[in-house]
């Protein structure tokens, strides 16, 4: 046992990372159940898919799970930012006979809220994780007084001090590597982030509380590396995306296979926040930073029907195709094989 497994309750200090988009129950019930901490990514979920979700996770394993929420800001309306965005995206939609007067308003991700509590607290989620940083101090108390484990991203030292006094029960160092979005929010300067070799063992020398190293861990040797450096656990994401259990799509698990996935970059347009995937069509044009692309999330919107227009025909490139610059682990596996493999890494360590 070391601090994160006490922590936890888990047989390994790893954690599958919530991946929004890419997963369901299925894969935190198969992690869980291996050993590592499974988790169900709750941002893009309405309140009924989540308490399905949540249903069937807690009944599909008696070991301790995980759920995750983003805690941004949501944004104020600007239509002169939205005007922008949509002339930017004019050419494409023109190319695709698309009619940018038909695109529906809409956040698509909403941050965590007590209506959010209100429908997790009946399950009591053993862990809840969080990115963006932490909720409101009141719904933060709400979350901890029911019993749940807190953890949330820091892509800084800064950040993970402020987590572990605002409450973090331990902190998840985000390295540069990592796929999907950045989970800052102290600053928004993304020359202030490290690669994981670099952040995590500044983060585990400034915090009190259990570090868990993320990006670019891909197998067993990546693990014990992290363990060398400091670090109490591990999250893995990109790894598990071509699992069996994930619900990544036939175009994504195809870019991840291919020579494409050694080119990821940081990008806003899909979402309005930077974000790692593998570089395509979208990210080449329109960015992949965008001055254009409105307040996260609502770049999405308007590039949804470009999304679905060209993934109708077999195209990916108006897709996110999120993923870390480590895509070296991406087996098509039962995601228990994935776990046994990455707990390798821990055996000379714990
Ligand atoms: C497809 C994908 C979706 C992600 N979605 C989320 C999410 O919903 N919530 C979250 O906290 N982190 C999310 N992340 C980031 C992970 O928590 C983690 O930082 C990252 O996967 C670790 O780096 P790796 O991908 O190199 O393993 C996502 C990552 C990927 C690859």
């Not at 929004?20 to 709750?42: D, M, R, T, Y």
């Not at 979920?45 to 759920?67: D, F, I, K, Y």
């Amino acid at each position: 046992m070391n601090t994160l497994t006490a922590l936890l309750g888990t047989t390994h200090p790893l954690i599958q990372a919530p991946m929004a988009g890419a997963q369901g129950a299925a894969l935190a019930i198969a992690v869980s159940n291996a050993g590592g901490l499974g988790s169900l990514p709750g941002a893009m979920l309405t309140p009924e898919a989540l308490r399905t979700e949540l249903a069937t996770l807690s009944g599909g394993t008696q070991r301790p799970w995980n759920v995750n929420f983003f805690c941004h800001t949501p944004p104020v309306p600007d239509a002169a930012h939205e005007a922008r965005w949509r002339e930017a995206l004019a050419p494409f939609y023109a190319e695709a006979g698309l009619d940018m007067a038909a695109v529906p308003a809409g956040a698509g991700r909403v941050p965590f809220s007590h209506a959010v509590a209100d429908v997790i607290e009946p399950f009591r989620p053993p862990v809840v994780s969080f990115h963006f940083g932490l909720p409101a101090p009141d719904l933060l108390a709400r979350v901890k007084g029911w019993g749940s484990v807190v953890l949330s991203s820091a892509t800084t030292v800064n950040e993970a001090r402020w987590l572990a006094a605002h409450g973090a029960d331990a902190v998840i160092a985000q390295g540069l590597e990592a796929g999907g979005h950045r989970g800052h929010f102290l600053s928004h300067d993304l020359s202030a982030q490290m690669g994981t070799l670099a952040l995590l063992p500044q983060v585990a020398a400034s915090v009190d509380v259990p570090v868990i190293a993320a990006g670019g861990i891909a197998n067993a040797a990546g693990v014990a590396a992290a363990m060398a450096l400091g670090a109490a656990g591990v999250q893995v994401g990109t790894a598990y995306l071509c699992s069996v259990e994930a619900t990544t799509s036939a175009l994504h698990r195809a870019a991840l296979h291919s020579e494409a996935a050694r080119h990821t970059a940081l990008t806003n347009v899909f979402t309005g926040r930077p974000a790692r995937g593998i570089v395509n069509r979208a990210m080449r044009e329109l960015g992949p930073m965008s001055l254009a692309a409105p307040a996260f999330p609502l770049a999405t919107a308007a590039m949804a029907p470009l999304r679905a227009h060209f993934e109708a025909q077999g195209c990916s490139d108006f897709s996110p195709l999120w993923a870390g610059q480590n895509t070296s682990g991406c087996h098509s596996l039962p995601a228990a094989d994935i776990t046994r493999q990455l707990t390798q890494g821990f055996v000379c360590t714990l």
